[in-house]
């Protein structure tokens, strides 16, 4: 049976690129890839069982958290990681026309932030557009002399357009995780990280504190931790963890669920997985 993966599209994205490898590495049987537009959409495609697999960003290391991912996760609760891929980001810009010509920048919101000062450096009049996605933006500019899209250097591959300038990132070592999803959990022999989040019963002095003490009680390293506002009101939030886990870490989620249950409204937890480090793009 072939498997269904959504990605963030259209054709040409990173998260296409980290679909391919991703399934790869996890040996998906003759997998067929679905664009979709939006981070939304592709969790909701999953979600509703129109794929059996489904990729996103999930963090930058220049940009933090993919705001669209985490809502979703905590929205979708039935949803596990199964991988992660660390994926280096080498952002071009690419047009039909030449530097002097453009006037407009069109890319994803967390490209352009990630090229932000090379923007103000060489295109500082220039308007930035955001867009559901980098590929997205190269189709938009295509034909165009005045617009330049923010995508990997093989977007210019197609036919009339141009990598004007590259690498553009404002940081080199730029990188984005992807995770692989799907709709049931797989808690995979030598797995190296752990995902959850949860949200408190009350936002009281002291309540995250005691929280992260009990997550320091496992005696394992936390190796990320982000919020994100529940929005129900104003000064509530979900928190999103990621702890390092070693070989004896086997009953991780039974553990976590008896330790924070007592201080926590919801403790959702997305799986443990291995996460592949970089694998090298043009």
Not at 9 to 18: F, I, K, L
Not at 77 to 103: C, K, M, N
Not at 247 to 258: F, R
Request: hydrophobic fraction near 40%; charged fraction near 20%; include cysteine.
């Amino acid at each position: 049976m072939r498997t269904q993966v959504a990605y963030l599209g259209p054709t040409g994205s990173y998260a296409e690129q980290a679909a391919c490898a991703l399934a790869k590495l996890e040996t998906l049987s003759e997998p067929i890839f679905i664009p979709c537009s939006g981070i939304r959409s592709v969790i909701e495609h999953l979600a509703n069982k129109d794929c059996e697999a489904a990729v996103v960003p999930i963090e930058n290391s220049v940009e933090g958290g993919v705001t669209g991912t985490l809502d979703s996760l905590w929205t979708y609760p039935e949803l596990f990681i199964q991988r992660a891929l660390v994926l280096p980001i080498r952002h071009a810009l690419i047009s039909s026309g030449t530097i002097s010509d453009i006037s407009e920048v069109l890319s994803h919101p967390q490209a352009l932030a990630q090229c932000s000062n090379w923007l103000n450096e060489n295109l500082p009049t220039a308007i930035q557009l955001p867009t559901n996605s980098t590929s997205e933006a190269v189709r938009m500019v295509q034909g165009s002399t005045f617009r330049a899209a923010i995508a990997s250097k093989d977007s210019s591959n197609i036919k009339g357009l141009e990598a004007l300038a590259y690498p553009i990132n404002d940081v080199a070592g730029n990188c984005t995780r992807f995770v692989l999803l799907a709709n049931k959990e797989k808690n995979i022999e030598g797995s190296n990280i752990a995902s959850f989040a949860f949200s408190l019963h009350a936002n009281t002095p002291g309540s995250l504190l005691k929280a992260l003490e009990c997550i320091a009680k496992l005696g394992l390293n936390m190796s990320r931790i982000e919020s994100r506002p529940s929005k129900r009101e104003l000064g509530e939030y979900i928190f999103f963890i990621d702890i390092e886990l070693e070989i004896e870490s086997v009953n991780i989620k039974n553990q976590l669920n008896q330790l924070l249950e007592p201080l926590c409204e919801n403790v959702i937890y997305f799986g443990s997985y291995k996460n592949t480090q970089r694998i090298e793009t043009t």
